[in-house]
C-alpha cells in the first residue's frame, strides 16, 4: 500500500518511532458517534462501531466506506478470523454476529448468535485463531470454538459485569477483568481460575451517589506476555460527572503484582477508553472527559512523556498492524488516523 | 458541567425532642380536618384508610431508559424496548420485572414541567406548583398527612425512607399546613435518634417523668388550653406510641424470604421498612432511590440502579396487592425531570423536563393506561401535554380528594391544586 504510507511519511532511519512524531493523517467521518474500532488483519481496513447501531469500514487507501446493518444495538467489540477473513461483532444485546470483514459491498451477516444475557464487553481471538473468547454483563466468560461457534467453556466466578478479557500471548490461558478492578486468570484446560490480580485502583464506589464506577474499559498484554495492561478511571470524586484521571494499570505477569499505575501528565480528567504496546517499548493509551487524548508512556515510569490533544472525546485505540498507525474513534463520529514515525 | 447535583441538603437530626419541639410548633398554624372537607365526608375518607407510597428516582431517571424507550433512533441509546403485559405498551428491557406487571400502572409519557434545576424540579414535582417567592405551598405528603390521616394515628402522617444521612424533620415540607404534617426523613431507613429509652433511664422513672408531665399540662390546659398545648400534649403521646412500635423498623422480623425478594440492597430494605410503614398506617411514605443524576455513562449507570428497582418495586406492587392494600394505596414513581434525549460525549444524559414520564399504580389509578406521547426521539411532547399541577389534580382525585378544594392559611383560601390544570383523566379508574 505505498499510497497509504505516502500519507503518513517514511519510516525513521532505524525503523523506531519517535512519540514526538506523532501526529494526525486522516479523518474518517461517520455521521453517528463511534464507540470503538479495530483494524482488519491485513491493515487495508479500519472498522468502527457506531451509536446508530451500525458498524462502519474504511478502506485506508481510498477512504471509501462501507456500513454493516444487523445489529440492533451499539457495537463496541470487534476482532478478526484471519484464514476465513471473518469480522466477529458483539453488542449491547448479547449477540454476536459474523460477516465477511473484505466483503466489496455492504455485507449481511452470516451468522447472528445470542451469546451472552446482557452487554457483550469484548471478543478477542486466540493467538492460533482456533478460538476465540468473550464476556459480558452476565458475568461470564465464554470459550468458543471458532470452526462452528459452539462454546468450548464457560467461565464463572466474577461478581460484577465483565468488561474485559484476553489470551496471553504464549500460555494457554486467558485472564477476564471486572467493573471492580478484579483479573482473573483462568486455565483454559480446567476451566479454574488459577490466579487473581487487583486493579481497583481503577474502581471506586461512589457513596454520594450511590454507584460503582471504574472497569476495565480496554486491556492487552504486550507481545511476550510478560506486561497486562489495563485501562480505566482512577481518583474519581464524582462518578456521575465523571470526574477522575485516566490511568492504566501494569501488570508484571510473572508475578502478578501491579507494576506500575500510568498517569497522564500534567493531570488529565476523563477515562481511558483503549490501551496498546507498542513494540518499540511505548504504552499507547486514548481517552477522554473534558475532550480527547492520545497519550505515550515508558512502561517503567508513571508519568506520561507525550500527551496529543484529540480534536474530540476518543473512545478506544487500535493499532494498526504496521505498528505505524494508531486509530482513535471519536463521539463526533470520526476515526482519526495518527501516524506514528 | 457542574453535576454534582445529589441531594446534599444537610439533614437535621431527629432528636425526640426536636420530633416533640418541631410538631408542637406546627400546632399554632396546623389547621383541623373540617377546614377543607365536610366533616361526613373527612369521615369517609379516614374511613378508606387511603395511603399514598412515592419512590423518588432522585437525581432524574432517564425516561428513555424506563418508561418511554426510543430504540433505534439516535437518541435510543443501546437498549431495546420490550412488551409488557398490556398489548401495545413497550418500556425499556432494563424493567423486566416491572414490565409484568404493566397491566396495574398507568404511564404519563408527556409530562412538560419546564424546569431542569434539580432543587426546582423537586419542588414542583413534591408540591405541583412552581417555585415562587410568594407562597410556599405544602409537599403532596404534608398535604396527605393532614387530610388522610386520623387525628389520633400514632405515626407520623408523612415519612421520607432517604438512602443516607441522619433522620430528621423537615418543617418546610408542610409549608402553611404546620410542622406538625412535615415529613420525618428515616436516614438510611434508621428510626430517629433516641427513640429508644436509654439504659440509663428505668421504665420507672420514665413512666414517672411522663405521668408528671401529663399531670402538668392537664392543669395548665384547664385554664390556657389552646391549640399549642393540644399540640404539644398530642406529640408526647404520638412519641411514647412510636416508641411503642419501634419493632416497625426491624427488618428481621420478616421473613428471609421476603427480604431477598425485596432485595438485599439498601433501597430493597427501604422498601420493605416503606411496606411495614404503610401497613401499620402511615398515609404518606417516600423511599429515595439514589441515584440518577447520571451526565457521565448513563447507560451503565441505569442499569446498575434500575437493576436494583426495577425487581423491588414489582415486589412491592405484589406485595401490596397480596396483603390488600394496593387498592387503597397510590404508588407513585417520579423525579424532578427527566434527561435529555441527546446522549452527550461521555455517554451521558443531562438535565431534560420538556418531555419525560411518571408512573402510578394502585389507589384511583386505572391499570395499563399509557397517556401521552413523545416524538420519534423523545425531544418534545406531541399529545397530552401535562405539568406537575395535573399531576396533582390526578393524585387527589385517585385520593377521593377535591383538587378544587381550598386550603385556608390565615384567612386566605389557596387552592389545593394548581387551578389552571386538571386531572389526568386518563389515569383515573
Redo the contacts between chains.
Keep these: 500500500m505505498p499510497g497509504v504510507f505516502s500519507r503518513f511519511g517514511p519510516p525513521s532511519p532505524d525503523g523506531r518511532i519517535t512519540p514526538a512524531r506523532t501526529r494526525l493523517a486522516l479523518e474518517l467521518r461517520h455521521t453517528?458517534?463511534l464507540v470503538g474500532c479495530r483494524f482488519d488483519p491485513t491493515g487495508r481496513f479500519v472498522f468502527a462501531g457506531s451509536?446508530?447501531?451500525g458498524i462502519q469500514r474504511w478502506d485506508l487507501a481510498t477512504q471509501a466506506k462501507v456500513t454493516y446493518l444487523g445489529h440492533?444495538?451499539?457495537v463496541r467489540a470487534l476482532a478478526f478470523h484471519t484464514a476465513s477473513r471473518k469480522l466477529l461483532s458483539t453488542?449491547?444485546?448479547g449477540k454476536l454476529l459474523v460477516w465477511p470483514f473484505d466483503a466489496v459491498t455492504a455485507p449481511e451477516p452470516e451468522r447472528i448468535i445470542d451469546a451472552h444475557d446482557?452487554?457483550v464487553r469484548a471478543i478477542v481471538m486466540s493467538p492460533n485463531q482456533r478460538q476465540f473468547a468473550t464476556c459480558g454483563?452476565d458475568n461470564l466468560i465464554k470459550l468458543w470454538n471458532v470452526a462452528d461457534f459452539t462454546v468450548v467453556r464457560e467461565f464463572e466466578g466474577h461478581t460484577s459485569?465483565v468488561y474485559n478479557v484476553a489470551f496471553h500471548p504464549t500460555e494457554r490461558m486467558i485472564v477476564s477483568a471486572d467493573l471492580r478492578g478484579g483479573i482473573k486468570q483462568w486455565d483454559l484446560q480446567t476451566g479454574r481460575a488459577t490466579r487473581q490480580m487487583d486493579a481497583s485502583v481503577i474502581f471506586r464506589y461512589d457513596?454520594?451517589?450511590?454507584?460503582?464506577?471504574g472497569?476495565i474499559r480496554s486491556m492487552t498484554f504486550n507481545a511476550d506476555g510478560s506486561l497486562l495492561a489495563c485501562a480505566g478511571i482512577t481518583n474519581v470524586s464524582?462518578?456521575?460527572?465523571?470526574i477522575g484521571n485516566p490511568a492504566i494499570v501494569l501488570f508484571n505477569w510473572q508475578t502478578g503484582q501491579r507494576s506500575q499505575v500510568l498517569r497522564v501528565a500534567p493531570a488529565f480528567q476523563?477515562t481511558a477508553w483503549g490501551v496498546a504496546f507498542h513494540p518499540d517499548g511505548y504504552v499507547l493509551g486514548a481517552g477522554?472527559?473534558n475532550g480527547g487524548g492520545l497519550w505515550f508512556w515508558r512502561p517503567d515510569a508513571e508519568n506520561s512523556i507525550l500527551n496529543i490533544a484529540v480534536p474530540?472525546?476518543a473512545r478506544d485505540l487500535a493499532l494498526h498492524p504496521d505498528n505505524r498507525r494508531v486509530a482513535v474513534p471519536c463521539?463526533d463520529g470520526a476515526v482519526r488516523i495518527y501516524a506514528l514515525s | 458541567?457542574?453535576?454534582?447535583?445529589?441531594c446534599?441538603s444537610p439533614a437535621h437530626a431527629l432528636s425526640r425532642r426536636q420530633f416533640l419541639a418541631g410538631t408542637v410548633a406546627g400546632g399554632a398554624s396546623a389547621l383541623g380536618f373540617k377546614d377543607m372537607l365536610a366533616p361526613a365526608m373527612a369521615d369517609e375518607i379516614r374511613r378508606q384508610d387511603k395511603r399514598v407510597l412515592v419512590i423518588f428516582l432522585a437525581?432524574g431517571v432517564s425516561q428513555l431508559e424506563t418508561w418511554d424507550p426510543k430504540?433505534?433512533t439516535?437518541t435510543g441509546?443501546?437498549?431495546?424496548a420490550i412488551p409488557t403485559s398490556v398489548p401495545g405498551t413497550h418500556i425499556c428491557e432494563l424493567l423486566p420485572h416491572t414490565a409484568r406487571l404493566a397491566h396495574k400502572l398507568a404511564i404519563v409519557r408527556s409530562i412538560n414541567t419546564a424546569e431542569d434545576e434539580h432543587g426546582r424540579g423537586a419542588y414542583i414535582m413534591h408540591t405541583g406548583r412552581r417555585q415562587s417567592p410568594a407562597e410556599r405551598f405544602p409537599h403532596l405528603g404534608s398535604v396527605c398527612a393532614k387530610l388522610l390521616g386520623a387525628e389520633d394515628n400514632p405515626l407520623p402522617g408523612y415519612i421520607h425512607v432517604a438512602?443516607?444521612g441522619e433522620s430528621g424533620f423537615n418543617r418546610n415540607d408542610a409549608a402553611f399546613l404546620g410542622p406538625r404534617y412535615a415529613s420525618v426523613t428515616l436516614g438510611d431507613g434508621q428510626p430517629p435518634a433516641n427513640l429508644i429509652r436509654p439504659p440509663t433511664l428505668t421504665e420507672l422513672a420514665d413512666a414517672e417523668r411522663n405521668d408528671l408531665r401529663d399531670r402538668i399540662n392537664s392543669r395548665f390546659a384547664q385554664a390556657r388550653r389552646s391549640a399549642d398545648t393540644e399540640a404539644y400534649t398530642n406529640s408526647f403521646s404520638q412519641a411514647q406510641q412510636v416508641m411503642a412500635r419501634r419493632n416497625l423498623f426491624d427488618l428481621s422480623q420478616e421473613p428471609m424470604s421476603f427480604r431477598d425478594r425485596y432485595g438485599n440492597h439498601?433501597f430493597g430494605r427501604h422498601m420493605l421498612l416503606a411496606r411495614r410503614l404503610l401497613e401499620a398506617g402511615v398515609n404518606f411514605v417516600k423511599v429515595t432511590h439514589?441515584?440518577y443524576?447520571?451526565?457521565?455513562?448513563n447507560?451503565?449507570?441505569h442499569?446498575?440502579?434500575l437493576g436494583e428497582f426495577d425487581r423491588t418495586f414489582a415486589t412491592m406492587l405484589d406485595d401490596l396487592e397480596q396483603r390488600g392494600l394496593l387498592e387503597k394505596t397510590l404508588v407513585v414513581v417520579m423525579s424532578e425531570f427527566g434527561r435529555t434525549p441527546t446522549?452527550n460525549?461521555?455517554y451521558?444524559r443531562d438535565h431534560w423536563s420538556r418531555a419525560w414520564s411518571v408512573a402510578m399504580a394502585g389507589c384511583g389509578v386505572r391499570g395499563g393506561a399509557c397517556i401521552g406521547r413523545t416524538n420519534d426521539n423523545g425531544t418534545e411532547v406531541t399529545d397530552r401535554q401535562v405539568n406537575g399541577g395535573h399531576l396533582f389534580h390526578t393524585y387527589f382525585r385517585a385520593l377521593g380528594l377535591n383538587p378544587l378544594r381550598h386550603h385556608h392559611h390565615e384567612g386566605r383560601p389557596i387552592p389545593m391544586a394548581d387551578p389552571a390544570a386538571t386531572a389526568i383523566n386518563e389515569v383515573l379508574a
Excluded at chain 1, 457513596?207 to 464506577?213: G, I
Excluded at chain 1, 464524582?238 to 465523571?242: L, Q, T, Y
Design positions: 453517528s458517534p451509536q446508530d447501531n440492533r444495538s451499539w453488542d449491547w444485546r446482557g452487554w454483563n459485569h457513596p454520594t451517589f450511590r454507584a460503582d464506577h472497569g464524582n462518578a456521575f460527572a465523571g476523563g477522554a472527559g474530540n472525546n463521539f | 458541567m457542574n453535576a454534582h447535583y445529589a446534599n437525581g430504540p433505534g439516535n441509546g443501546p437498549f431495546q438512602p443516607r439498601e439514589s441515584n443524576d447520571t451526565h457521565h455513562e447507560f451503565d449507570f442499569i446498575e440502579q446522549i460525549r461521555n451521558g
